[in-house]
């Protein structure tokens, strides 16, 4: 399989807030809004840059969602930044109808993230936020892996018209993406080749699916590795591609089975090719406090149930 | 960003806004009769305000409609369910055809029950219906006016019963403390919601002193009478630049213009049949044309 050597260990969100100050460089129209989380989300840089496209809105996500909307309408390119949870759920309301709906340009962009928030506990570490946004039409739905993904991600959703909820994380994680591999949204990318499962990942577990890929390679088994960094809109194609070849599938990511990737891809393959498929994510359940890395063993978001979920649906082909 | 001169205004005088603020009011009730369903109370209590605004107040062109408004004063509607009178005094203004008023809440139309961006309807600029969310937004058209360099206003208007909504709360915090003094924010305050009285459903207090104390100047305003909604109009302007937003808490009557309407929450949603139809109609001449 391709190896990807660990590069750094860093946070996805210094990712966002790399790319927020590069973008914020790049481009006049970019203005950013936080609700009292500016440290948390790693945009002191841009705020420090440049304070006059910089928003404090203190703790008030609703209005901060609906100003961007706002905000739109003369032109400007939003980045909104907060924790997942308040990203979202809280402002449910406000995202449909003032920027879905309306079809503003505001990136969306949440931190924070599922369970390897941690220690907060599970007030904190939202599991529902890909489900509730790509529900929404016309809205774009990105989940990095990586630091580096993550500045790449961050920096193209300013070129895309419209819409997008783009979600990353606390953890300081493997840095294993390349900062020069090509990013596009909507574009799933292939890591490792293989012939005998596809493993669909997205965010922090697209790392713990190449160790996995590495164990089952000790068994013989030829795992092929897909980071599906885009949920909305799914690469059909890839896809289709990957599990024509190896006709079984596993997803992985940290949230709900419900309302995830592995329910898209669910939702594609019954429609257009019925596969064989098992889904490494949170079942129904909300998490708790504990370290990132006792949470994804608990709740069986680990390398193990990575490579127990294959060997169960490698029996089902 | 560059700003351009802003686009006049059409100045309309008070025998004019009169007249077509008969018409409009035709509009409203023939509208919600002829698709039997909207709200006409807060429309027809609502009508010498927006007929104002926008036939003397706002600096827009109507016939070159862009959604970024530079150089444009901008209004958001916050209580879209008043959509029947926004659709007539945009479409009497020129930003669709005034024919197309009929499909006013039909399929396939772009006059959506509550009005939205979706369908590209000229002069909207937002979605709303799911209350309390206009004055963020006009709050952020605000300042991003300001961050353009562009000197025109931004104007919301929002129901009194709206102001039971949180995030109203949010956003009024935040207008002060960002010195929006180029937003001029309404209130209808007609004192009425669906559930009955303002007073009884969830009381809103002392409203002039608690935009006050959100920082906000406050003035009222006779918002049924049209040579005084023309002078609150030149009032607030004056207070704007100022370094604070400015709040026009608008004394109306629900149903005004229409005798059998007028001061009762009964006509917030609903239509009217044929007879009532006639009825109002008997009471508002039809001045520039019925659709």
Same mark, same amino acid.
Request: net charge negative.
């Given at each position: 399989m391709t190896s990807y050597p660990v590069l750094d260990k860093k946070d996805t969100r210094s990712g966002f807030g790399a790319g927020l100050l590069e973008v914020g460089r790049n481009d006049d129209r970019i203005v950013a809004l936080c609700a009292d989380l500016t440290g948390s989300l790693k945009m002191d840089a841009f705020a420090k840059e440049f304070p006059e496209r910089f928003f404090q809105v203190g703790i008030a996500e609703a209005n901060m969602m609906g100003m961007a909307a706002g905000m739109t309408v003369g032109g400007l390119i939003p980045y909104t930044g907060t924790f997942a949870n308040f990203s979202t759920g809280r402002v449910y309301d406000q995202i449909r109808q003032s920027i879905a709906y309306a079809g503003k340009n505001v990136k969306i962009c949440a931190s924070h993230a599922g369970l390897t928030l941690g220690e907060d506990g599970a007030t904190h570490q939202i599991l529902e936020d890909i489900g509730l946004m790509k529900m929404l039409p016309g809205m774009t739905v990105i989940v990095p892996c990586d630091y580096n993904q993550t500045k790449q991600a961050t920096i193209a959703v300013a070129d895309h018209e419209g819409p997008v909820y783009l979600r990353f994380g606390r953890p300081k994680w493997p840095v294993f993406i390349p900062a020069d591999m090509p990013f596009e949204i909507g574009k799933a990318q292939v890591l490792s080749e293989g012939t005998d499962v596809s493993i669909f990942a997205c965010g922090h577990l697209v790392w713990k699916a190449l160790q996995a890929a590495g164990e089952l390679e000790k068994q013989g088994i030829n795992a092929e590795v897909v980071n599906v960094h885009t949920i909305k809109p799914l690469d059909r194609e890839a896809v289709l591609t990957s599990a024509r070849k190896t006709r079984c599938v +596993?997803?992985? /990511?940290?949230?709900?089975?419900?309302?995830?990737?592995?329910?898209?891809?669910?939702?594609?393959?019954?429609?257009?090719?019925?596969?064989?498929? /098992?889904? +490494?994510?949170?079942?129904?359940?909300?998490? /708790?406090?504990?370290?990132?890395d006792e949470l994804l063993a608990k709740y069986g978001l680990d390398t193990p149930d990575i490579v127990a979920a294959t060997l169960k649906v490698l029996k089902r082909k | 960003m560059n700003s351009t001169a802003p686009a006049p205004a059409k100045n309309a005088d008070i025998q004019e806004l009169q007249s077509i603020a008969s018409q409009v009011r035709r509009d409203i009730v023939r509208m919600v009769h002829g698709a039997q369903s909207g709200h006409p109370g807060g429309s027809l209590g609502c009508t010498d305000f927006l007929v104002a605004l926008y036939f003397n107040?706002?600096? %827009? $062109?109507?016939?070159?409609?862009?959604? $970024?408004?530079?150089?444009?004063?901008?209004?958001?509607? @916050? !209580?879209? %369910?008043? @959509?029947?009178?926004? #659709?007539? =005094?945009?479409?009497?203004? &020129? #930003?669709?055809p005034i024919n197309e008023l009929k499909t006013f809440r039909r399929i396939n139309s772009r006059l959506q029950g509550h009005p939205t961006t979706h369908e590209g309807l000229p002069g909207v600029r937002m979605a709303s219906g799911s209350l309390g969310q206009g004055l963020s937004v006009g709050l952020g058209a605000a300042l991003a006016k300001k961050l353009n360099g562009d000197p025109t206003l931004v104007f919301t208007l929002h129901g009194d019963g709206e102001l039971q909504e949180g995030q109203i709360w949010e956003a009024a915090m935040a207008a002060a403390g960002k010195k929006a003094d !180029?937003?001029? @924010?309404? =209130?209808?305050?007609?004192?009425?919601q669906i559930d009955g009285d303002v007073d009884d459903v969830m009381p809103l207090g002392d409203l002039r002193a608690k935009w006050a104390a959100f920082g906000w100047d406050v003035m009222?305003?006779?918002?049924? $009478?049209?040579? *005084?909604?023309? $002078?609150?109009? *030149?009032?607030?302007? &004056?207070?704007?630049?100022?370094?604070?937003? =400015?709040?026009?808490?608008?004394?109306?009557?629900?149903g005004c213009g229409v005798d059998f309407m007028v001061g009762s929450h009964e006509w917030h949603g609903i239509a009217p049949n044929d007879a009532q139809l006639a009825a109002a109609l008997q009471q508002l001449p039809e001045t520039l044309g019925d659709y």
């Open positions: +596993v997803s992985c /990511e940290e949230h709900q089975r419900n309302g995830g990737l592995g329910d898209s891809i669910a939702q594609l393959l019954a429609r257009e090719l019925p596969t064989p498929m /098992e889904f +490494v994510a949170v079942n129904d359940s909300f998490g /708790e406090s504990g370290t990132p | 107040v706002l600096r %827009h $062109d109507a016939a070159n409609f862009t959604m $970024d408004g530079i150089g444009e004063d901008l209004f958001f509607l @916050s !209580n879209g %369910h008043i @959509s029947p009178v926004f #659709y007539s =005094v945009l479409a009497r203004n &020129g #930003y669709f !180029n937003l001029i @924010s309404t =209130v209808d305050w007609n004192g009425r009222e305003m006779e918002g049924n $009478d049209m040579a *005084k909604v023309l $002078d609150g109009f *030149k009032e607030a302007i &004056g207070r704007t630049g100022k370094g604070k937003p =400015v709040m026009i808490l608008m004394r109306t009557e629900m």
